[in-house]
């Protein structure tokens, strides 16, 4: 970035050295110290200043010190500063050597005392504009370094997210292309109802994954239709009853999270049954939060088998979505009644 044709860097360069040379001039006039010759040593101190700190930046940046560790970084720092000072103070010292012979009626001061002294002033504002300036870098790469966390949490959401609906998409066509198949020699008829069907969910699907979450009314509309395609296939050993709350249909929900569910209570608990059962779809607003659950006829062990992706994904969806604000359970409520619960935050319409 630059302003005016002037970079970042020798802006704070020409304003850092012209604050140290305003604070030494208040200080002259404030104790009525003012001279020529302290002028024209402070004048010559601060463009020797300039050229030694440019030259130990080049050095830090040729050799790379900023990306070194920080334990690394401290003794750098103090060796850069020793160094580049002790190149200050011999050339301050021998200017105002030479200076002091030409207008110095008295007896100068010992090269060595004089030396000792600039040696001193040299470290301290040097070791100042270091610190100062790995600070900067260190502040700047702490940030970035930040940033690209940030990011790279995002994408790996993103990319858990996309993952966990690619394997749930085609787990659930499967299932209902299964159901098709056995009804095409049946009834003919009510196996084009059902491709009616599918292609209204495969519609529906194909939208939800556009985004992270959906309106829950449409999610309910896409487990309608996939129990009428279920219904087909287990005609009365399926029966389905809806406890919905109308304002819990606004609400928004992880998408195709309520159909896994209900897949999953129709697989691991109405399937097993010789007699059937009943899937039970409640959904309400409840103590600030939406609280979603599906019941069937069955038994928890019936869920725990190898091939359960369903409810990992929905664990795992609801963690990357809502962190721990989002509760899932299921629990044999119970016997013979198996009960999945998910409560997450409302959603900000």
């Keep these: 970035m630059a302003l005016k044709g002037i970079s970042r860097y020798w802006l704070f360069q020409l304003g850092g050295w012209g604050l140290f040379a305003l604070i030494n001039l208040f200080f002259a006039f404030l104790f009525d110290q003012v001279s020529e010759s302290g002028t024209c040593r402070l004048i010559f101190f601060i463009e020797m200043g300039l050229l030694v700190s440019h030259l130990m930046r080049e050095a ?72 100062i300036y790995f600070m900067w870098h260190y502040i700047a790469k702490a940030r970035r370094h930040q940033l690209d966390n940030l990011q790279l949490e995002g994408l790996v959401k993103e990319l858990e997210l996309k993952t966990i609906k690619a394997h749930i998409n085609p787990h659930f066509i499967f299932n209902a292309l299964n159901s098709i198949r056995a009804l095409i020699d049946e009834n003919p008829d ?27 009314a449409d999610e309910l509309q896409i487990v309608k239709d996939y129990l009428a395609l279920e219904n087909m296939r287990f005609e009365d050993r399926l029966q389905v009853e809806y406890q919905i709350d109308a304002e819990s249909l606004q609400q928004t929900v992880p998408p195709m999270m309520l159909q896994t569910l209900v897949e999953n209570a129709i697989k691991h608990g109405i399937s097993k049954q ?76």
Excluded at 205 to 214: C, I, N
């Design 274 to 349: 010789v007699n059937g059962g009943v899937v039970r779809i409640k959904s309400q607003v409840v103590g600030g939060r939406h609280v979603l659950s599906i019941q069937n006829t069955g038994y928890l062990n019936g869920y725990r088998s190898k091939d359960g992706f369903g409810l990992a994904s929905t664990q795992d969806r609801l963690h990357l979505l809502y962190g721990s604000k989002a509760q899932f359970r299921i629990t044999q409520v119970q016997e013979g009644l198996v009960e999945a619960t998910v409560s997450i935050p409302l959603s900000l319409n």
């Design 190 to 216: 009510r196996a084009r109802t059902a491709i009616t069907e599918l292609s209204n969910i495969l519609r529906s699907s194909l939208k939800a994954d556009k985004g992270e979450t959906v309106a829950f």
């Design 60 to 131: 830090i940046k040729r050799n790379h010190y900023l990306l070194r560790p920080v334990n690394q970084q401290i003794p750098i720092l103090l060796g850069l500063t020793l160094f580049f000072a002790v190149l200050l103070a011999m050339a301050a010292t021998l200017f105002e050597n030479a200076y002091r012979l030409r207008l110095s009626k008295g007896e100068p001061l010992p090269f060595s005392l004089v030396y000792i002294s600039n040696l001193w002033g040299a470290f301290v504002v040097l070791f100042i504009w270091n610190g």
